[in-house]
C-alpha cells in the first residue's frame, strides 16, 4: 500500500518524508489557497518545490473545466516535473481529457469519484490513479468504505491496472480500513500516518525495559 500525504503545507511534507514510508503527495485548489500559495506563477513553483522533497508521484490538479483548458493545463504542469500526475475532475470533459493523457503516456488522477460508475468509467479512460472520497461520503451519512469494496471488486474482475487511491481520509482507521480492503493508495493528513504507530502498551513496555536495563546497568 502505497502512503501520500494530503497537503501543500512544505514542513508536513517534510516530516512525513523524514518518517521515511512516503509515497506520494496529493494537492488541490483548496490546499493550495489554504497555504496562501496564489497565482499561477506561484503555484507552478511551489509543485516543483514538493517534487524536489518527496521521491514519488505528486498530483497537481487543472483548474480548467473544458477540455481544451485541462489539456493545455494538463501539459505544462507534466512538463514542470517528471514526478508530476496530472489530476483531472470526473466531468465528462475529464474523462475525455484522461484518455488523451493516457494515450500520450502522461499520468493522470482522477479525482471527485463517489461511485463505482465515476470509477469504471476512469478506469477504461486510463486514468493511472482513481481518488474515491471516502470520508466526504461519510460526512454525508453514506459508506465511503463500501464504495472503496465495489471499485476494488470491479477493478479485480477485469484486471484494470488503475490504481484505486482512497482519498479524503480523516483518519487512522480509514488507513486501516483502505488497507484491509486493498486500496492501492491512501491520501490523508500526517495525523493520519502518525496515528498508525501509537499504542499505549508499546510506550508502557518501553518504558519498563528501559527502567530494568538501568537497574540492571547502575
Ligand atoms: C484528494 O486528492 C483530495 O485532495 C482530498 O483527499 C480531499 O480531502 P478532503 O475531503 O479532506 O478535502
Sequence with gaps: MKFFIDTA?????????????????????????????????????????????????VSAEVVATDLEGMIREGEELADLHEQIVVKIPMIKDGVK????????GIRTNCTLVFSPGQALLA?????????????????ISTDGLNL?????????????????????????MHVI??????????TGPLSSIEGLLKHPLTDIGL??????????NS
Excluded: W
Excluded at 123 to 139: H, I, M, N, Q
Design 97 to 104: 481529457a484522461l484518455k488523451y493523457f493516457s494515450d500520450k
Design 207 to 216: 518504558a519498563k525495559f528501559l527502567e530494568d536495563y538501568k537497574k540492571g
Design 123 to 139: 478506469a477504461k479512460a486510463g486514468a493511472t490513479y482513481v481518488s474515491p472520497f471516502l470520508g466526504r461520503l461519510d460526512d
Design 9 to 57: 503545507n512544505l514542513d508536513q511534507i517534510k516530516e512525513a518524508q523524514a518518517l521515511g514510508v512516503l509515497d506520494g503527495v496529493t494537492t488541490n485548489p483548496s490546499l493550495m489557497a489554504k497555504e496562501g500559495i496564489t497565482g499561477k506563477d506561484n503555484i507552478l513553483k511551489h509543485y516543483v518545490n514538493i517534487c524536489n522533497i518527496v521521491e514519488g508521484d
Design 148 to 172: 472503496i469494496s465495489e471499485i476494488r471488486l470491479i477493478y479485480d474482475n477485469y484486471d484494470f491496472e488503475t490504481q484505486i487511491l482512497a482519498a479524503s481520509i480523516r483518519h487512522t
Design 177 to 186: 480500513d483502505c488497507a484491509k480492503i486493498g486500496a492501492d493508495v491512501m
